[in-house]
């Protein structure tokens, strides 16, 4: 309501006076309160914070009528000489060409609170104002306003159709986060792998352009990232690295529709270039020999686990002897290794399924551990120590966790000493699933010894290499309803 004159005691006019200067020359007295730039300043009073020039006003003139606005007869807006305050219409001060930016100061008072928004009146309008909350990357507070004409049932009207569009997932609810700020925030929160997340950070980096990054995220649309992976397309990039980049936007867009920061994700409609399914192309049985054979030491072993098991790398090299019953002939893969980045080094994290599971070896291949145990534990004798437990770290002790990376530099090396350029350490373990199908053994069995969390998951990589076995059917049905 109002602040009326009898609230007013004289000290409150005393403080207000002190707090005031004067223009010897023009007669103006100015609220030290105000900036320098301009403006009035506020003044506390009866626990209130009232505007300096309507204090002023209202200790000297008393209060001011509805629909009239305090008027600066000497032409100085930031002047708060009682002499020079006069309250005019808001037609006579706009014919006087002074503005209303303030509406003193019933227009002032009759905000009021409908809901989670708020009116104002000014003049023959109504300002409606929606508090949505403070953004969550800047931390800024966020408002939404709207003028309508109109009684004050039709601007309540308004105002309750504008709060339910800022509950409902409004597109302009994240207008203060740029596209940057939101992939900062989400990969924050996503729950990735190390190697993930600095692959994902280095697609960031690369191929998000600086002018995308700064776009709000509401106003970017489905037209743009298409033109941002035709861009891509046109600079040689790949269509697995394009989707790489697609996925990364799809994900952080979605996390934002989650956080009612956008209505809709618009990469949900984006046309990334199709990923070409890569011919497989195992090597061939004499190839493989040739590279085992070669192999000496710890990578002997390696490399006639890597041929036997069809594991992949990481898995491999995360391998403990507590891993290993040499007894029962069988090795359980729990988790497996990866590099996570400057500063973090080797990280262990669990299977690609997140399952153990527990493979079959041979013979062979169970005494060509227990020889390399054995080594290790004379190595820790002879040092005096306790042996660790990576069976194919560097560390002739096996305390130190084994780099994938360096186990595939030195796997090159070989390979390109043999002349068998053409193989890749990935390609072992497309050599295992294309043996044992062609041999006949079941996809579920395959599929079991290679981690994949479905046999379908087999069928559709190495369905080529599943051999016919339509006559064997045929002839089966034949005997059977003979």
Same mark, same amino acid.
């Given at each position: 309501?109002?602040?009326?004159?009898?609230?007013?005691?004289?000290?409150?006019?005393?403080?207000?006076?002190?707090r005031t200067s004067r223009d010897p020359n023009g007669g103006c007295w100015f609220f030290a309160g105000a900036p320098d730039g301009g403006g009035y300043g506020r003044f506390g009073c009866n626990g209130r914070q009232v505007m300096a020039h309507r204090f002023a006003y209202l200790v000297h003139h008393g209060p001011i009528d509805t629909g009239l606005v305090i008027d600066h007869t000497c032409g100085n807006r930031r002047c708060v000489n009682p002499a020079h305050l006069e309250a005019v219409t808001t037609a006579?001060?706009?014919?006087?060409?002074?503005?209303?930016?303030?509406?003193?100061?019933?227009?002032? =008072?009759?905000?009021?609170?409908?809901?989670?928004?708020?009116?104002?009146?000014?003049?023959?309008?109504?300002?409606? !104002?929606?508090?949505?909350?403070?953004?969550?990357?800047?931390?800024?507070?966020?408002?939404?306003?709207?003028?309508?004409?109109?009684?004050?049932?039709? #601007?309540?009207?308004?105002?309750?159709?504008?709060?339910?569009?800022?509950?409902?997932?409004?597109?302009?609810?994240?207008?203060?986060?740029?596209?940057?700020?939101?992939?900062?925030? @989400?990969?924050?929160?996503?729950?990735?792998?190390? #190697?993930?997340?600095?692959?994902?950070?280095? +697609?960031?980096?690369?191929?998000?352009?600086?002018?995308?990054?700064?776009?709000? !995220?509401?106003?970017?649309?489905?037209?743009?990232?298409?033109?941002?992976?035709?861009?891509?397309?046109?600079?040689?990039?790949?269509?697995?690295?394009?989707?790489?980049?697609?996925?990364?936007?799809?994900?952080?867009?979605?996390?934002? !529709?989650? @956080?009612? @920061?956008?209505?809709?994700?618009?990469?949900?409609?984006?046309?990334?270039?199709?990923?070409?399914?890569?011919?497989?192309?195992?090597?061939?049985?004499?190839?493989?020999?040739? @590279?085992?054979?070669?192999?000496?030491?710890?990578?002997?072993?390696?490399?006639?686990?890597?041929?036997? =098991?069809?594991?992949?790398?990481?898995?491999?090299?995360? =391998?403990?002897?507590?891993?290993?019953?040499?007894?029962?002939?069988?090795?359980?893969?729990?988790?497996?290794?990866?590099?996570?980045?400057?500063?973090?080094?080797?990280?262990?994290?669990?299977?690609?399924?997140?399952?153990?599971?527990?493979?079959?070896?041979?013979?062979?291949?169970?005494?060509?551990?227990?020889?390399?145990?054995?080594?290790?534990?004379?190595?820790?004798? #002879?040092?005096? +120590?306790?042996?660790?437990?990576?069976?194919?770290?560097?560390?002739?002790?096996?305390?130190? #966790?084994?780099?994938?990376?360096?186990?595939?530099?030195?796997?090159?090396?070989?390979?390109?000493?043999?002349?068998?350029?053409?193989?890749?350490?990935?390609?072992?373990?497309?050599?295992?699933?294309?043996?044992?199908?062609?041999?006949?053994?079941?996809?579920?069995?395959?599929?079991?010894?290679?981690?994949?969390?479905?046999?379908?998951?087999?069928?559709?990589?190495?369905?080529?290499?599943?051999?016919?076995?339509?006559?064997?059917?045929?002839?089966?049905?034949?005997?059977?309803?003979?």
């Open positions: 309501m109002e602040l009326r004159r009898e609230d007013i005691s004289d000290r409150d006019v005393e403080r207000f006076v002190a006579e001060n706009n014919r006087r060409g002074r503005s209303a930016r303030h509406p003193d100061p019933v227009a002032m =008072l009759e905000r009021r609170r409908v809901g989670a928004g708020s009116l104002q009146r000014r003049g023959n309008r109504w300002r409606l !104002v929606v508090d949505i909350g403070r953004d969550p990357v800047t931390g800024q507070r966020r408002q939404r306003t709207r003028m309508v004409a109109g009684s004050r049932a039709d #601007a309540e009207k308004a105002l309750a159709l504008l709060v339910a569009g800022s509950t409902t997932g409004d597109p302009h609810l994240g207008k203060d986060s740029s596209l940057g700020d939101l992939l900062d925030a @989400w990969m924050a929160v996503a729950r990735l792998s190390p #190697a993930t997340a600095l692959d994902y950070r280095r +697609a960031i980096s690369k191929h998000i352009p600086p002018h995308m990054k700064s776009m709000r !995220v509401w106003k970017i649309t489905t037209h743009q990232l298409d033109q941002l992976y035709s861009a891509l397309q046109d600079k040689g990039l790949g269509p697995a690295r394009i989707r790489r980049v697609h996925n990364i936007l799809r994900r952080s867009l979605g996390q934002a !529709v989650k @956080w009612q @920061w956008i209505a809709r994700n618009p990469a949900v409609d984006a046309s990334p270039p199709p990923l070409e399914q890569p011919s497989i192309t195992p090597p061939p049985v004499d190839d493989v020999r040739r @590279w085992v054979d070669a192999c000496d030491g710890p990578m002997r072993v390696y490399a006639v686990l890597a041929a036997h =098991l069809g594991a992949r790398r990481g898995e491999l090299c995360a =391998l403990q002897w507590g891993d290993i019953d040499l007894d029962a002939g069988e090795i359980t893969i729990r988790r497996a290794l990866t590099e996570g980045g400057p500063g973090v080094g080797i990280v262990a994290k669990p299977t690609k399924t997140n399952r153990d599971r527990t493979v079959a070896i041979d013979g062979p291949t169970a005494a060509l551990l227990r020889a390399h145990r054995h080594q290790r534990l004379q190595d820790a004798l #002879a040092a005096g +120590a306790r042996p660790g437990p990576w069976v194919f770290s560097t560390d002739p002790l096996g305390h130190v #966790a084994p780099r994938p990376d360096s186990m595939s530099r030195r796997f090159s090396r070989l390979r390109d000493e043999l002349g068998l350029g053409h193989v890749r350490p990935h390609d072992l373990r497309h050599f295992v699933a294309t043996q044992l199908l062609a041999a006949g053994v079941d996809p579920r069995t395959v599929s079991g010894r290679l981690g994949h969390s479905r046999t379908s998951t087999t069928l559709d990589i190495y369905a080529a290499f599943v051999p016919a076995r339509d006559r064997d059917a045929a002839d089966l049905l034949g005997r059977l309803l003979g």
